[in-house]
């Protein structure tokens, strides 16, 4: 399974997770030309799997996952919907809190029971946010990848469920002490802090020191550009991972960035070669 991570914070999220013919984009942050336009920058850069973007049928997905009702994940799913027709799939409380185009497009799912699509099953399980919102494991049949942002606080029971994920994509929003002395009003500043705002980079070190075997790379995400550095967010990861052989990475307000959820061949478990592109300098 191959990922592209194509927009990731407050300004939009998208991550495209594609194998065995089945394409399925997680949140809706990003039209439909910065999409084809971010798949060609990482088919150009030798991305293994990429396509071409000339034509429409190199960036279109089959379907496409919202994972809440905020607005820079929900972005312009009522446009793919209505004017390219790809279904959308949703819980039932976030297709009641956000406009997603035509009904008949939209597809609901538990926020607790498993579903496929194409090669894909998708394993969600709620997160504590001001929104419904889910963590989504994505399996292959081979390999699993977990997507886990936007929550105030780790729940019970999440470590498990991303426990041996191949790749883990988790949310590192922001430095308590940036945060304190931010430009951010108290009442924003507490909705952040809150239980059901975002994840710190301290939060996210403890979920990381917790985690069992298995996990080759990890993928810091949702980083705040006024609250958060990607040097102290990855510096805190590094140590809370330890003694784990887990490749680090930072994604980028605007990618691509394609990680593969294979680890490089005759090295079971050992660090990825992800390919990162147009990262922050200096990581
Ligand atoms: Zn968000
Ligand atoms: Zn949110």
């Given at each position: 399974?191959?990922?592209?991570?194509?927009?990731?914070?407050?300004?939009?999220?998208?991550?495209?997770?594609?194998?065995?013919?089945?394409?399925?984009?997680?949140?809706?942050?990003?039209?439909?030309?910065?999409?084809?336009?971010?798949?060609?920058?990482?088919?150009?850069?030798?991305?293994?799997?990429?396509?071409?973007?000339?034509?429409?049928?190199?960036?279109?997905?089959?379907?496409?996952?919202?994972?809440?009702?905020?607005?820079?994940?929900?972005?312009?799913?009522?446009?793919?919907?209505?004017?390219?027709?790809?279904?959308?799939?949703?819980?039932?409380?976030?297709?009641?809190?956000?406009h997603l185009g035509d009904p008949e497009g939209?597809?609901?799912?538990?926020?607790?029971?498993?579903?496929?699509?194409?090669?894909?099953?998708?394993?969600?399980?709620?997160?504590?946010?001001?929104?419904?919102?889910?963590?989504?494991?994505?399996?292959?049949?081979?390999?699993?990848?977990?997507?886990?942002?936007?929550?105030?606080?780790?729940?019970?029971?999440?470590?498990?469920?991303?426990?041996?994920?191949?790749?883990?994509?988790?949310?590192?929003?922001?430095?308590?002490?940036?945060?304190?002395?931010?430009?951010?009003?108290?009442?924003?500043?507490?909705?952040?802090?809150?239980?059901?705002?975002?994840?710190?980079?301290?939060?996210?070190?403890?979920?990381?020191?917790?985690?069992?075997?298995?996990?080759?790379?990890?993928?810091?995400?949702?980083?705040?550009?006024?609250?958060?550095?990607?040097?102290?967010?990855?510096?805190?990861?590094?140590?809370?991972?330890?003694?784990?052989?887990?490749?680090?990475?930072?994604?980028?307000?605007?990618?691509?960035?394609?990680?593969?959820?294979?680890?490089?061949?005759?090295?079971?478990?050992?660090?990825?070669?992800?390919?990162?592109?147009?990262?922050?300098?200096?990581?």
């Open positions: 399974m191959q990922i592209t991570i194509i927009a990731s914070g407050s300004g939009g999220n998208a991550t495209l997770f594609a194998s065995r013919g089945t394409r399925v984009l997680v949140d809706a942050g990003v039209g439909p030309r910065v999409l084809a336009q971010c798949l060609a920058a990482a088919a150009t850069a030798g991305a293994p799997g990429s396509t071409s973007a000339g034509s429409t049928s190199a960036w279109t997905p089959d379907a496409i996952v919202i994972t809440h009702a905020h607005a820079d994940h929900v972005g312009v799913a009522a446009r793919y919907n209505k004017k390219h027709k790809i279904p959308i799939y949703a819980s039932e409380a976030t297709a009641r809190a956000a939209v597809r609901v799912f538990s926020p607790r029971e498993p579903f496929a699509i194409g090669a894909l099953t998708f394993s969600p399980r709620p997160l504590p946010h001001d929104a419904a919102q889910v963590a989504l494991v994505v399996d292959d049949g081979a390999r699993r990848a977990a997507l886990v942002t936007d929550l105030g606080e780790v729940p019970p029971g999440l470590l498990e469920h991303v426990a041996g994920c191949d790749v883990l994509m988790l949310e590192s929003n922001y430095d308590e002490e940036m945060l304190d002395a931010g430009p951010y009003p108290q009442h924003l500043k507490r909705r952040i802090l809150s239980a059901r705002g975002h994840l710190s980079n301290a939060q996210a070190c403890a979920l990381l020191a917790a985690l069992p075997g298995g996990t080759h790379t990890v993928a810091l995400m949702h980083l705040s550009e006024n609250n958060n550095r990607p040097d102290l967010a990855l510096a805190a990861a590094r140590d809370a991972l330890l003694g784990k052989r887990a490749r680090l990475l930072a994604a980028p307000p605007r990618g691509p960035l394609v990680l593969d959820t294979a680890p490089p061949p005759g090295a079971a478990r050992a660090p990825l070669a992800a390919r990162q592109l147009g990262l922050f300098p200096g990581m």
